[in-house]
């Protein structure tokens, strides 16, 4: 569960790796990191993208992400979250469809 004095998300520019971005996101857990890291992933401007929980207890994701050096990385996480945003607002909107159907 996320603190209340902790921010939900925080990003920081890899010192190490060019181009490369670092998300911590506290109070998630799997889901929402693979959900992100794989939108990310198949984005071919993306050379990596993958997200670790250190521990099943801990409500946190860690998330690295770079892209080609033609691709600010941030833009690239910007396009994909609005991406991943727009397909859950279409499953949403199907599944309203489909129940609305079953009355």
Known sequence: MQEENQKYLSIKYSKDTPNTIELHINGESHTLGNMIAEKILSD???????YKVSHPLNEEVDLKVSAEKDTPVLTLIKENLKGLEEDLDSLIGQAKEEWKNER
């Open 44 to 50: 071919p401007r993306c050379t990596f993208s993958a």
